[in-house]
């Protein structure tokens, strides 16, 4: 089986309730610091140019509940992943092809995180996920200017090891049943999973 890695503090589809996340402030690429505006479109510039990335600064918010602790996984504006050392000592030890740039937060001197982000992978049965393409090329749900539905993965997907990010969809993880289950027995926290439907089944 193959599963949706969520990496949100709680187990919640909404990404904005009860739980704690990153806010993205600043970006520095290729030594050009910017200010970021719009979330989105500065969140997918760090994901399409991650390896000119030199780190990103961030604010650390928590909504609903202050007294939540910072979990090991964290959620930067949605679209953006970051891990604290216990995460990343993890993912190097179980072998998890990732790549990773520095997180500077502006608000809490007490933690600290690092950006991290998978290969990305074409696995989504578009038409089975009742999906097109958009013409920036990211996926939107059929009648929709973003994607709200339900994914199907292509059957190849079955041979999945590891984490991957979904090529279309920028927020979107995906991992096997043995990482699964690994990352449950791990103790790490900030990420629940979701079981996902692949073509034939």
């Not at 650390?60 to 000592?89: C, G, T």
């Not at 790549?99 to 074409?122: A, C, G, H, M, W």
């Not at 041979?159 to 699964?180: H, M, Q, S």
């Amino acid at each position: 089986m193959i599963y949706r890695f969520n990496i949100y503090q709680q187990e919640n589809k909404s990404p904005f309730r009860n739980y704690r996340r990153g806010l993205l402030k600043k970006i520095s690429i290729n030594g050009k610091l910017s200010e970021v505006g719009i979330q989105g479109p500065a969140a997918m510039e760090v994901v399409n140019k991650f390896d000119l990335v030199d780190y990103v600064e961030i604010e650390v918010k928590y909504y609903r509940s202050a007294k939540e602790p910072y979990p090991d996984f964290i959620s930067i504006s949605v679209v953006l992943d970051a891990a604290n050392s216990s995460a990343i000592k993890y993912l190097e030890q179980h072998g998890i092809n990732f790549k990773r740039k520095p997180v500077r937060i502006e608000n809490d001197q007490s933690v600290s995180y690092e950006l991290i982000t998978f290969p990305t992978r074409d696995l989504i049965d578009i038409e089975a996920s009742k999906a097109y393409v958009k013409d920036d090329g990211s996926l939107a749900s059929m009648g929709e200017n973003y994607f709200d539905g339900k994914i199907v993965l292509k059957k190849e997907s079955k041979t999945l090891k590891g984490i991957y990010r979904l090529d279309r969809l920028g927020n979107a993880l995906v991992c096997d049943e043995e990482t699964k289950q690994n990352l449950e027995k791990s103790g790490l926290t900030g990420f629940y999973f979701e079981e996902l439907g692949v073509s034939g089944d």
